[in-house]
T-cell receptor, first 112, second 113 residues
Framework: DTTVKQNPRYKLARVGKPVNLICSQTMNHDTMYWYQKKPNQAPKLLLFYYDKILNREADTFEKFQSSRPNNSFCSLYIGSAGLEYSAMYLC???????????FGPGTRLTVL | QQKVQQSPESLIVPEGGMASLNCTFSDRNSQYFWWYRQHSGEGPKALMSIFSNGDKKEGRFTAHLNKASLHVSLHIKDSQPSDSALYFCAVSIPSTGGYKVVFGSGTRLLVSP
């Protein structure tokens, strides 16, 4: 099974409220990623876990948090959502950082 | 900072025709190159990879890599309506924590019956 699951598929949030997105995979992959995708833009890497080590991108360091309680699950947390957070959030996993990434279907977040 | 640019932004080809997608990257340390395809309502899915200069053929799909000219391309022969999708070029570069993948903004391909 090469499925990456994301919940929820759609999320509506109010400005200033927290948002928590969930991703899971059963492939025993070491690496899990979170990307932000806006229309007509490239998927933008927000952060990734290699095993238990979290790597966050410098320009989004303070905006997103994440946890990986076990190998299968990874969350993306926004403490206070702003309008600019409206986007598709894609989770992916891979056996290592130089391998093919397997993507979930995404969570479409709309902040009002 | 690595930049990955794709052209054209959109492409229409007739069924049975050849589709050619281009990608340029800026970092000469780039090591692994991928093409991902995304159908509507789904996440991107890896189509093929290429790691060495030259051509790599998988069925109707051929990838070409020229690291000296910072260019990678994808050619789809005998295009089918099911090939209609958004295609991303993705480039891996060594980074803190392993390799970092930078995606292009995509080429939207429409194959007209």
């Amino acid at each position: 099974d090469t499925t990456v699951k994301q919940n929820p598929r759609y999320k509506l949030a109010r400005v200033g409220k927290p948002v928590n997105l969930i991703c899971s995979q059963t492939m025993n992959h070491d690496t899990m990623y979170w990307y932000q995708k806006k229309p007509n833009q490239a998927p933008k890497l927000l952060l990734f876990y290699y095993d238990k080590i979290l790597n966050r991108e410098a320009d989004t360091f303070e905006k997103f948090q994440s946890s990986r309680p076990n190998n299968s699950f990874c969350s993306l947390y926004i403490g206070s959502a702003g309008l600019e957070y409206s986007a598709m959030y894609l989770c992916a996993s891979s056996p290592g950082t130089s391998y093919e990434q397997y993507f979930g279907p995404g969570t479409r977040l709309t902040v009002l | 900072q690595q930049k990955v640019q794709q052209s054209p932004e959109s492409l229409i080809v007739p069924e049975g025709g050849m589709a050619s997608l281009n990608c340029t990257f800026s970092d000469r340390n780039s090591q692994y190159f991928w093409w991902y395809r995304q159908h509507s309502g789904e996440g991107p899915k890896a189509l093929m990879s290429i790691f060495s200069n030259g051509d790599k053929k998988e069925g109707r799909f051929t990838a070409h890599l020229n690291k000296a000219s910072l260019h990678v391309s994808l050619h789809i022969k005998d295009s089918q309506p099911s090939d209609s999708a958004l295609y991303f070029c993705a480039v891996s570069i060594p980074s803190t924590g392993g390799y970092k993948v930078v995606f292009g903004s995509g080429t939207r391909l429409l194959v007209s019956p």
